[in-house]
């Protein structure tokens, strides 16, 4: 899957592809150190965006206003998806989509094919 990790300690593949050791369990060990490179991550990036932010100098503000005004058809549209999605699954069922849509089978792969050539 990935290049081999030359630290014992490190290498997935010898502790998660191992007979008898699941996936699910190979995850729940690797979670505590996953949550820490987050932590120090995140706190990283924080005290380095604190200190780079210091650093500027912004402009003194202008004054004079300007009216800003939000456009709903134009705010709504990134939830269009979201709604569809919501509307055709679980538990609304309210749009159904045809099965033949979803499920690739061989006869409608072949009609595809047909049309494109």
Known sequence: MGASCSIPALRTEDHCHRPGIASNDCVEH?????????????????????????????PPAKAET?????QLQKAIVPLVPLILLFLTGAPFYVLRVPADWLIVSTNSAEKRSSTLD
Do not use: K
């Open 30 to 58: 690797i979670v505590p150190l996953l949550a820490m490179q987050v932590i120090v991550a995140t706190g990283l990036f924080w005290i380095l965006s604190l200190r780079a932010e210091r650093q500027i100098e912004l």
């Open 66 to 70: 300007v009216e800003f005004r939000v």
